[in-house]
């Protein structure tokens, strides 16, 4: 089921509350500070309006990696905005680009950025303008795999290895491919189940773009947000991932690392040695990575080296966007969708993003920081 996040004024000042079984609503402690990331100076311009003083109806809709983060950062705006209610919809991001360029959305949270034919349909849905695509959620993907009592921390797995057990080409968890990489740990004879998304999701997307890149031909499909192979184990969004993989032994799967919990992970290998994933080694691939080719000053894509060496890097990552108009037809959308998105990119947002108790993202760079800040500040009242 979907999970809505949802603040208003009078949420401030209660716990949580669940409504039904497709609502979550979140308190948030009240707080008298007017940050530098108040609506004030998020609204480039464009309006007056003191922080503290909007209203009205923000809603989201998209990546359900970014759906712990966006808890915290819905939570802390509210702080600072109560009479701004904001809602996300965790549906996934090709549903949410969906909802995001039909309208029903001010805003979306996309793991992968938006296709050339998506890029033109925005110009009329942004009135003229363009869409902003800013890289704002840093996170590892965790490869998930299910077998009880172990005894490793990790398991060794190079992108190769990776590649043909989720192509099916590697069958049982004491294949020799797998045993050569992890010679101190005594591997069963269990069956693996290679479980994928079902729906169409940019964690797929990302995790498949790894595969084709670093496994050295192993992975011969081109990286898409749909699996690419039929049949199999799947699990819709990130929760149904998590549950199937966690539901069956031997199963492996790929999820946001946030949602790994306690499921065992995958060391990739980099260079000569294995890495686990952590925030800091999905921050330091993000950084050495180059800009796409059609990225502009308001459309910050990332271009990811899946095949590094860099030491200590984790290039399993994804880079997930907030997708938002440079042009609104309403003053209330401006002023709302300027003042949110500002908070989600300042230190303190990122900070609560970066929480382990909330996502355990990696915080992005007070150099790209100021990038987003600038795209954000361009956004206007059509007219």
């Known amino acids: 089921m979907d999970t809505i996040v949802n603040l208003n004024r009078r949420s401030r000042w209660g716990g949580v509350a669940v409504v039904g079984a497709l ?66 919809d965790p549906q996934g991001s090709g549903a949410g680009r969906e909802q995001f360029l039909s309208g029903a959305v001010q805003f979306a949270g996309s793991d992968a950025a938006l296709s050339d034919e998506e890029i033109a349909s925005a110009k009329e849905r942004c009135f003229g303008g363009e869409a902003l695509e800013l890289p704002v959620y840093v996170s590892p993907i965790a490869v998930i795999y299910n077998l009880p009592g172990l005894g490793a921390e990790h398991l060794n797995l190079d992108a190769a290895t990776l590649a043909k057990i989720f192509a099916g080409e590697i069958t049982t968890w004491d294949d020799k491919a797998i045993a050569e990489q992890n010679p101190d740990v005594k591997l069963p004879s269990t069956a693996i189940i290679p479980v994928h998304r079902s729906d169409e999701s940019g964690t797929t997307e990302n995790f498949t773009d790894y595969l084709e890149k670093a496994s050295d031909g192993a992975w011969t499909h081109e990286a898409s947000g749909t699996w690419p192979i039929d049949g199999g184990q799947s699990g819709a969004k990130t929760q149904g991932m998590v549950d199937t993989v966690s539901g069956a032994e031997g199963a492996i799967g790929y999820a946001d690392a946030s949602r790994a919990g306690d499921l065992g992970t995958v060391a990739i290998k980099v260079g000569d040695d294995y890495v686990p994933y952590s925030a800091e080694a999905a921050a330091k691939v993000v950084d050495a990575s180059p800009r796409a080719a059609n990225a502009t000053s308001n459309r910050l894509v990332v271009e990811l080296d899946r095949k590094t060496t860099e030491a200590g890097a984790y290039p399993l990552v994804l880079v997930s966007y907030e997708i938002a108009c440079s042009v609104y037809d309403k003053q209330a959308d401006v002023d709302n969708v300027k003042a949110f998105l500002t908070y989600v990119a300042s230190s303190e947002g990122q900070a609560r993003a970066a929480d382990a108790a909330v996502a355990g993202s990696a915080p992005i760079s007070s150099a790209l920081s100021a990038e987003v800040q600038s795209a954000i500040d361009s956004i206007k009242l059509a007219g």
Do not use: H, I, R
């Open 23 to 88: 609502a979550l609503t979140l308190g948030a402690c009240s707080s008298s500070s007017e940050s530098s990331s108040s609506a004030s100076n998020a609204t480039g311009g464009q309006s007056s309006a003191a922080a503290g003083s909007l209203s009205g109806q923000l809603a989201g809709s998209g990546a359900s990696s970014q759906e712990k983060a966006m808890e915290g950062w819905v939570a802390g705006f509210n702080d600072q905005e109560p009479g701004v209610t904001v809602t996300y």
